[in-house]
């Protein structure tokens, strides 16, 4: 058994990129026992398999071969549902035509990724990639304005990226009662066309767990995010809440009238919220459901699912057409023009990553930012109101230099669902993981925030109605 469809990467592999069948064994074997010891006798990850000549010496910038906090799978909640008691669907096979057209979307991401998102809708090579896309059962929806877009309430409405990864961020509260600081959104942006893990010898050492040995090539002006590398930059380095810990503080600078319509101290004249239904609860929910979202997903991507990182996959595609070996993969990806463009640029079939490392080193599915992603936006779509229409919205230029008035209502709800999607997709984009990764993610994530709500409920000593919101599928709840 090659195990090409499950996630490897770090353990040693042999020259097809297969992982070494006694090293994955080894990693079952530590799953099955859950013990320390047993994770430590994994073949290949840290620091035995780097060849240095002085083992004192520093490790190489970038290392990060160990594997990514698998003993996290095991750890559980004491408040909302349990991670282990969560569930969702199984990931698509590797011989499906589902996995391919993922795949196929992540080669077409790769080639578009310098490309203005304002721009899609009209962009030649877009077109390209949306008519191959809507050969394979699950894009035949998308069009060059859709695509890659999410399809919550609110989501495809405005420009592609949400308000909350431009406007300014409120930070800390002055004497005046003003913002004591604005952080503006730019941000170190990567060169055009900066692709990695593109060279096959390349590929298979940072599949066998060594450090990688460039950097990305970054541009001197900082930029507003207003293309695919951009945003899959901003992903690359951002802290787990970053995103949405910003968006909390957007959401609390428009004051009361932002506030959920059942927000018990909305419409008082007495009381105002702080420890409860205040800035202190808002900032603790968002912090406290990201981690929660992250051991709902780590139980998933460890235990359960082990599923190949698409880096790994482009090494099967490669191998495939190369005819270094034969795999069982679906003749629509075969046939997908973006491989020949791929190919045609880089030499190989392999996917283009934006990051020199590649993926981190944990299984695929679900993705970790779209769970969090799911999570946060989760509790701060119960803690706000929906509908309120943003003020002053904004759009960046194609340049990413300077942000200019969007004429149009944007609403808080589809802001925050657009926001999500900008997280979790920015990761696609990357090349760091799969659609379905995403779209199960953020459907993980919610499912916790939605257990923590139920349990924090029942604390309050507020007359209080309950949590309303509007869940991911449309679908308006009260908790």
């Known amino acids: 058994m090659n195990r090409i469809g499950n996630y490897s990467k770090a353990l040693p592999h042999n020259a097809l990129g297969e992982v070494d069948p006694k090293a994955y064994d080894a990693l079952l074997r530590a799953m099955s026992t859950g013990e320390s010891v047993d994770f430590e006798a994994v073949p290949g990850a840290g620091v035995g398999l780097i060849e240095q000549t002085n083992p004192r010496a520093p490790l190489p910038f970038g290392f990060t071969v160990k594997q990514g906090n698998p003993q996290a799978a095991f750890a559980f909640e004491l408040e909302g549902t349990d991670p282990h008691h969560l569930g969702i669907a199984a990931p698509p096979a590797f011989a499906s035509e589902e996995q391919a057209g993922e795949m196929a979307e992540l080669y077409w991401l790769s080639l578009t990724r310098d490309i203005p998102f304002s721009q899609y809708a009209a962009h030649p090579l877009v077109n390209a990639a949306v008519a191959d896309l809507t050969r394979f059962s699950n894009f035949s929806h998308v069009n060059a304005a859709t695509w890659s877009r999410g399809a919550t309430p609110g989501d495809r409405t405005g420009p592609y990226i949400s308000q909350f990864l431009w406007k300014d961020i409120p930070y800390g509260v002055a004497a005046t009662g003003l913002p004591a600081h604005r952080l503006v959104q730019r941000y170190p942006t990567v060169e055009e066309g900066d692709d990695h893990l593109t060279e096959y010898a390349q590929w298979l050492k940072i599949q066998n767990g060594r450090p990688h040995t460039v950097r990305n090539k970054y541009g001197s002006t900082l930029r507003y995010i207003r293309n695919g590398r951009d945003l899959a ?51 603790d929910m968002v912090a406290k459901v990201a981690n929660c979202a992250l051991k709902a997903a780590w139980y998933q991507k460890w235990s359960l699912h082990r599923r190949v990182r698409p880096e790994g996959y482009g090494g099967s595609v490669h191998n495939h057409l190369t005819r270094a070996t034969t795999y069982p993969i679906h003749a629509k990806l075969l046939n997908s023009p973006s491989l020949e463009k791929v190919h045609n640029r880089f030499g190989t079939y392999l996917l283009p990553v934006a990051y020199p490392e590649g993926c981190p080193t944990h299984p695929a599915y679900p993705a970790g930012h779209a769970a969090i992603a799911g999570a946060c936006v989760t509790v701060l779509k119960a803690l706000f109101n929906e509908s309120y229409i943003i003020p002053f919205p904004v759009m960046a230029s194609d340049d990413g230099l300077s942000l200019a008035t969007y004429r149009g209502g944007l609403t808080i709800g589809g802001e925050l669902n657009k926001l999500a999607t900008n997280v979790a997709v920015g990761r696609d984009i990357a090349g760091v993981h799969w659609h379905s990764d995403c779209a199960a993610g953020l459907q993980l994530g919610e499912a916790v925030a939605i257990g923590i709500l139920t349990d924090s409920k029942a604390t309050f000593h507020e007359r209080f109605g309950g949590f309303t919101l509007t869940k991911f599928d449309g679908a308006k709840i009260t908790i």
């Open 233 to 283: 930059e901003y992903v690359h380095w951002d802290f787990t809440y970053q995103a949405f810990l910003n968006a909390a503080l957007i959401l609390l600078s428009f004051e009361d009238a932002a506030l959920s319509d059942s927000h018990p101290y909305k419409n008082s004249v007495k009381q105002g919220g702080f420890v409860t239904f205040g800035v202190s609860h808002v900032l």
